[in-house]
């Protein structure tokens, strides 16, 4: 498979837009470019069990954040919320900017 190009990264703040998390936000932790999905912090929690590997470690179960698809969460801008991301080129570099008020993301 082939990675996709897209405009989140990790350690962006995003909002969850659908699904039985909608409303909530937090940051990326992770980003699969080549299924398209991300693991936001605190967001879509499973139970897992563990198995102790070592001598000593307990085993249980744990609860881990789940990947999610990537169309379902969108970027919080500090000034107007949820938006969507526009690219401006200057030079060399692209610079990602809020589609709404065009502040720096």
């Not at 703040?13 to 980003?31: D, S, Y």
């Not at 999905?37 to 085993?59: A, L, Q």
């Not at 789940?66 to 970027?75: F, G, K, R, T």
């Not at 919080?76 to 919320?81: A, E, V």
Request: aromatic share 0%.
């Amino acid at each position: 498979m082939e990675k996709i190009k897209y405009k989140l990264k990790k350690d962006d703040l995003v909002k969850v837009i659908t699904g039985k998390e909608k409303g909530k936000t937090g940051k990326i932790i992770r980003v699969d470019r080549t299924n398209g999905r991300v693991i936001v912090s605190g967001i879509n929690m499973v139970k897992k069990n563990k198995k102790p590997r070592k001598r000593g470690e307990k085993g249980g179960i744990i609860e881990i954040e789940a990947l999610m698809d990537i169309s379902n969460v969108m970027i919080m801008c500090r000034k107007c919320g949820p938006t969507r991301i526009g690219i401006e080129i200057s030079g060399d570099n692209k610079i990602r900017k809020c589609k709404k008020c065009g502040e720096v993301l």
